[in-house]
């Protein structure tokens, strides 16, 4: 069992907004959630760090925030080449956590 | 624009040692970054192993502490997992990745290479 608890799945149509959740204790959910994509049979990719942050290249319709002991992905204007699966991490005590993952659907 | 390059042997036999090596290019190993190592099951998703410095400091996952070692090589710029009496949960695709702080994320990620354990 992941100590990040994130939905299995989700699902939007084309140019609609999703968020994925990433829930854990407050402990584990602290300054250094980052979110990775991974389409299938590829390594996963940076989208996130440091709860909001977005690398270079990473489109502004990625976006990262963080409420108590939840972190949230949320990808607006979705388009067919987001449908992949999305990893929450963050650090804990020397340690890295992952959630379940979640995958996403565009309809 | 920084590499990495995972290898090593796809097939392990059950209790024996699975080692892998990750190449870096386009930068050093000894610049001031950590170096993780995650699996991924067939079908299931990502797990920490653990990450080092250059200078052999290490963190490694609890489940897995006592069968890891870690290792990095400045003179070729690369780093090394081995983990030992493997089985089959042990089957996974390993992936080598760039860690700019122990505390931060990991960017960028080798490929990824697969490991099945059987015999």
């Known amino acids: 069992q992941s100590a990040l608890t994130q939905p299995a799945s989700v699902s939007g149509s084309p140019g609609q907004s999703i968020t994925i959740s990433c829930t854990g204790t407050?402990?584990?959910?602290?300054?250094?959630v980052s979110w990775y994509q991974q389409h299938p049979g590829k390594a996963p990719k940076l989208m996130i760090y440091?709860?909001?942050n977005r690398p270079s290249g990473v489109p502004d319709r990625f976006s990262g925030s963080k409420s108590g002991n939840t972190a949230s992905l949320t990808i607006s204007g979705l388009q067919a080449e987001d449908e992949a699966d999305y990893y929450c991490?963050?650090?804990?005590?020397?340690?890295?956590?992952f959630g379940g993952g979640t995958k996403l659907t565009v309809l | 624009q920084v590499q990495l390059q995972e290898s090593g042997p796809g097939l392990v036999k059950p209790w024996d040692t699975l080692s892998l090596t990750c190449d870096v290019s386009?930068?050093?190993?000894?610049?001031?970054?950590?170096w993780g190592w995650i699996r991924q099951p067939p079908g299931k998703g990502l797990e920490w192993i653990g990450y080092?410095?250059?200078?052999?400091?290490?963190y490694s996952n609890p489940s897995l502490k006592s069968r890891l070692t870690m290792s990095v090589d400045t003179s070729k710029n690369q780093f090394s997992l081995r983990l030992s009496s493997v089985t089959a949960v042990d089957t996974a695709v390993y992936y080598c990745?760039?860690?700019?702080?122990?505390?931060?994320?990991?960017?960028?990620w080798g490929q990824g290479t697969l490991v099945t354990v059987s015999s």
């Open positions: 407050s402990s584990d959910v602290g300054d250094y």
């Open positions: 990745a760039r860690k700019p702080s122990a505390k931060g994320w990991f960017d960028p």
């Open positions: 991490t963050s650090y804990r005590s020397s340690t890295v956590v």
């Open positions: 386009g930068y050093s190993v000894s610049s001031d970054n950590w």
């Open positions: 080092i410095y250059y200078s052999g400091s290490t």
């Open positions: 440091d709860v909001s």
